[in-house]
């Protein structure tokens, strides 16, 4: 049974940093690209980074570069995204997913994705 496990989140002041994970089991993490979603309160699910399974390429939304970083450990089955320099609008429930098909321009569209963790809260306020 495929199943994603996102953890990590909480309450961060701006500028800080957080560190969250998403755990696979059920399925080699390294074969499927993984995406990372956010979800603001009366928002939709926007994409916020992925990771393909082919080459390790990496991808972002235009509002996290240089900020927000995803890295993929092998050995743990889990898909990490670091986010640093937070802001108040980074504030979401964070969502990772499986993308079964090949990562594409179209990695930031949540209808590629075919499986999803249950969220996890990142609350950035002073």
């Known amino acids: 049974q495929v199943q994603l496990v996102e953890s990590g989140g909480g309450l961060v002041q701006p500028g800080g940093s957080l560190r969250l994970s998403c755990a696979a089991s059920g399925f080699t993490l390294r074969y499927f690209g993984i995406g990372w979603f956010r979800q603001a309160p009366g928002k939709e699910r926007e994409g916020v980074s992925c990771i393909s399974s082919s080459d390790g390429r990496t991808y972002y939304a235009d509002s996290v570069k240089g900020r927000f970083t995803i890295s993929r450990d092998n050995a743990k089955n889990t898909v990490y995204l670091q986010m640093n320099s937070l802001k108040p609008e980074d504030t979401a429930v964070y969502y990772c997913?499986?993308?079964?098909?090949?990562?594409?321009?179209?990695?930031?569209?949540?209808?590629?994705?075919?499986?999803w963790g249950q969220g996890t809260q990142v609350t950035v306020s002073s």
């Open positions: 997913a499986v993308d079964k098909g090949p990562t594409g321009p179209e990695w930031y569209d949540p209808d590629e994705y075919d499986y």
